[in-house]
């Protein structure tokens, strides 16, 4: 943030009642914050409300009655946990009302390059807690009971975790100055673009993190340190900001860790009972985690209580049990759901060396409603085969003594290249439905990507299926046809489709410009005295606009209709501009839109708006090898046009049309403020 406008903008960041700001886009106050956070909550415990939220910082943040509810009862343990001390853990609650703070541009593009699993929740918010309930005499119920929560839309659990170990036992001490201070440093971050590595300094420390990419390969070690610049005091080097340690947290289900992934890979409701808000929120988090590289697209809540807003519609007999994973401490939920097909109860975690009882696979049938035991509940049955070799190489390595990041490497690995296998079949099956290139013609609208026959792809699995990759044994087919009825093929198909969609649409509009080229003998052509064709990149033309000046006279001299495919009277045909009131004939070439005439430059003083990246906007001659611009009914205009920004007008009056790419206004100076 700019600090000359640092005094003006601190007087209004902690301004009581201040009215929401909505966006807030780059430069705002609290721009960088919002990069990170959504707000910081405190609650604390009221004799007369129990629970209850003390202060909301930023103040200008809104919420809504229900999620202010949510969170106060989110924040706190309750009753069944007794957790004295301080604990850390986390929730998911889902945003009631609407998207209050659209995220600016630079926030989309960010998301699209980070991985599918750590992309920003748009319905949801992640609530990061760090809990102290210590004996104090000066109260009235003799303990000191408060929370400070972290509000996010970043599934950032490690780094969030990290900076509430720094944060909350000073704002415990200090109270509100200490969190505005904080706060501010927290606005002074950079944003969290995926693949930078960037020190974040907090209360005297630097936390250096990296931020993920799409293309990145898992690495099992920790990342190495920065060295391009020395830092004093030197860096705490986090991790990652959202890998827990799945050993640790898988250790008492680790003769069932892949029984449990066939679950999660399937979308099967499944509920965690755990001792303590902490030990759920981890087991949950670890078993959405599993599916990594793949995007969990089922609900799941780390931790849930009987007064969360949607303990109606999760726990209803009358239909059947949603697809969400549900972290709990209260042993009610066992009566209420047990109707649902998984149950997980784990007990409280031992610290020895020795690896701790295993839960035992246990029929629902011997699920008790009181004095539960340890143990899966479910009457599912395993397609694949138990990999017994992974087992014995983690007791092995707890008998020597091996580090926790290291066995947690090698199980992490082992997930990954199981997820590998199962998806590699499917990726190589949807490439196979992609057009052929030589197939797309610029006079004709892109081919279509073939449909997906489960059949086919089935018979597909005798040749390339994931018996190549994976020495695991099993129902490999029965696997596959219970995943297509599962909510992540779903997401993973219609993500890979999109991902196809745009990469037609771009080949497309090379074949287009290679045409236009063509035109003129090839090479870079530039078109008048206004515009550069350039070669294509990776994904989307690169084209140079030039500003040229035109007068009022000459812009009348284009054509009268209303629309860019009514050619106007004097708008037609190929001479020269007719001569209008205060016009000059003289000043350039035209340049023709479809029936109109550009004067491609006039007297100084008013530049032209730029027309976009429109190929018949910067070509004198439609090449004779395609066809015209299409029309706005034309199939063509919905993928790849649209009508950008009303502010810019063509010369004759009409909106410009501007390339899509990718989903997103191509515009090169009104791109980020396109409607589009």
């Known amino acids: ?382 397609h694949l085969h138990r990999d017994k070799a992974l087992l014995r190489r983690l007791l092995k390595g707890l008998q020597k003594k091996r580090p926790s990041d290291v066995q947690t490497a090698v199980l992490r690995r082992h997930l990954l290249e199981l997820t590998q296998s199962f998806i590699v079949p499917l990726e190589h099956y949807m490439a196979s439905l992609m057009p052929l290139q030589k197939g797309i013609v610029p006079w004709k609208t892109p081919p279509q990507i073939r449909p997906f026959r489960q059949d086919d792809f089935l018979h597909s699995l005798e040749r390339a299926g994931p018996q190549l990759t994976c020495v695991l044994k099993g129902d490999w087919l029965g696997l596959y046809r219970r995943f297509f009825k599962s909510p992540h093929f779903d997401g993973w198909y219609r993500q890979r489709h999109r991902e196809m969609t745009q990469k037609l649409e771009a080949l497309h509009l090379e074949a287009i410009c290679e045409a236009v080229r063509g035109g003129w003998g090839g090479g870079s052509w530039r078109g008048g005295h206004g515009q550069n064709w350039g070669d294509l990149g990776d994904r989307q033309p690169v084209v140079r606009t030039e500003h040229r000046d035109l007068d009022e006279g000459q812009v009348r001299g284009g054509g009268r209709g209303s629309d860019p495919e009514t050619s106007g009277e004097t708008g037609s045909g190929t001479g020269p501009p007719a001569a209008r009131e205060g016009g000059n004939t003289d000043a350039g070439t035209a340049v023709h839109r479809h029936g109109h005439r550009l004067p491609a430059q006039g007297p100084a003083g008013r530049p032209v708006p730029s027309l976009g990246r429109c190929p018949w906007a910067v070509a004198r001659v439609w090449p004779s090898c395609c066809p015209p611009p299409p029309s706005p009914t034309s199939s063509l205009l919905p993928a790849t046009w649209h009508r950008c920004h009303p502010a810019v007008k063509m010369a004759s009056g009409t909106a410009a049309w501007t390339l899509t790419v990718g989903g997103s206004c191509a515009h090169p100076t009104l791109g980020p403020t396109c409607p589009l």
Request: proline share 10%; with cysteine.
């Open 1 to 382: 943030m700019d600090q000359g406008a640092g005094a003006g903008q601190q007087r209004a960041r902690g301004r009581l009642g201040a009215p929401s700001s909505g966006t807030r886009a780059p430069g705002t106050p609290w721009a960088r914050f919002s990069a990170w956070l959504e707000c910081v909550c405190v609650v604390t415990f009221d004799l007369e409300l129990g629970q209850a939220l003390e202060l909301v910082y930023p103040s200008d943040f809104q919420l809504t009655d229900k999620e202010k509810s949510s969170i106060c009862y989110l924040s706190f343990p309750d009753s069944h946990s007794g957790c004295l001390g301080d604990t850390q853990f986390s929730f998911r609650i889902r945003q009631c009302g609407g998207q209050r703070r659209p995220g600016h541009v630079g926030e989309k593009c960010g998301d699209s390059w980070a991985p599918a699993s750590l992309q920003r929740e748009p319905a949801h918010f992640f609530g990061y807690v760090y809990f102290r309930q210590v004996k104090d005499s000066s109260m009235k119920r003799g303990y000191f009971q408060k929370s400070l929560v972290l509000l996010s839309r970043l599934p950032f659990v490690r780094l969030f975790q990290a900076l509430l170990g720094l944060v909350a036992p000073e704002f415990f001490d200090k109270l509100a100055p200490c969190l505005e201070a904080v706060c501010n440093e927290i606005d002074q971050w950079p944003a969290p673009a995926p693949g930078q590595t960037l020190n974040l300094p907090i209360m005297g420390v630097v936390l250096q993190v990296h931020i993920p990419l799409r293309a990145d390969t898992p690495e099992p070690g920790p990342p190495k340190q920065s060295s391009h610049e020395t830092l004093l005091p030197a860096p705490v080097v986090l991790p990652s900001v959202h890998e827990l340690d799945l050993f640790r947290c898988f250790r008492p289900v680790l003769a069932h860790v892949q029984l449990l992934w066939e679950l999660m890979l399937l979308g099967e409701p499944l509920l965690v009972l755990a001792p303590s808000p902490a030990v759920s929120s981890e087991m949950v988090l670890a078993l959405t985690s599993c599916l990594q590289p793949l995007k969990f697209c089922c609900d799941y809540r780390p931790y849930f209580t009987i007064h969360d807003s949607e303990f109606k519609e999760f726990t209803t007999r009358t239909q059947a049990p949603p697809n969400v994973v549900l972290g709990v401490t209260n042993p009610f939920f066992i009566k209420t759901l047990q109707h649902w097909p998984h149950i997980l109860r784990v007990g409280e975690p031992k610290m020895s060396g020795d690896l701790p009882k295993q839960v035992k696979l246990k029929k629902p049938s011997k699920l008790k409603t009181l004095d539960t035991k340890p143990g899966l509940y479910t009457a599912y049955t395993a």
